[in-house]
């Protein structure tokens, strides 16, 4: 029997294993059990408000559990599409999970890093030498400073050894020299 019971922190995820014949993990983030329900929850009791305000001006009994089954239905939609996500970084390799996906990377022989800005998220599109591809969210990469300067150290060799990368995600990721702004 285990001793982590549900109601201690820890990770929601544990951080994924080194990549098989790649050295060892140097660093890793995963978020906290009560992070994801905080937010969750957070969540839930905000179409729960929605739903009464709209359950309120609208006086049509017929319609709450429309209402509410709708609201519910957005609300596990947002829980599926938010896995939990873990990174783990080597010397060499980036590797990150996300519910049942496993991706990584070599990050000393990438040859294309893209920054992609979506509605409120910054991805780090990354490509390496042997085909493989990865996404992985900047703030998560960044969260722990071990990880993020493991993975820096290793995207300037690569670098320095031909990778490409547009002048957003070089100034991003401090590859010319600069210290990165926040």
Not at 109 to 135: I, K, Y
Not at 164 to 173: E, P, Q
């Amino acid at each position: 029997m285990t001793s982590d019971r549900w109601w201690r922190d820890g990770p929601a995820l544990p951080p994924p294993a080194p990549p098989a014949g790649l050295g060892p993990r140097l660093g890793s983030w995963t978020e906290g059990r009560w992070a994801r329900r905080r937010l969750f929850l957070k969540v839930l009791l905000a179409l729960a408000v929605l739903w009464a305000v709209v359950a309120l001006s609208h006086p049509t009994p017929p319609a709450y559990g429309f209402g509410l089954a709708t609201l519910l239905a957005t609300w596990l939609l947002l829980v599926y599409a938010n896995p939990a996500r873990a990174v783990a970084v080597g010397e060499d390799w980036l590797r990150v999970r996300a519910g049942r996906r496993d991706g990584w990377v070599r990050t000393d022989q990438l040859t294309r890093a893209a920054l992609e800005v979506r509605w409120t998220r910054r991805l780090l599109a990354l490509e390496d030498r042997g085909g493989r591809r990865l996404r992985v969210d900047l703030d998560e990469l960044f969260a722990n400073p071990v990880v993020r300067e493991a993975f820096l150290a290793a995207v300037r060799r690569s670098r320095a050894a031909g990778m490409t990368a547009n002048r957003g995600t070089a100034a991003t990721l401090s590859l010319d020299g600069q210290e990165r702004g926040t």
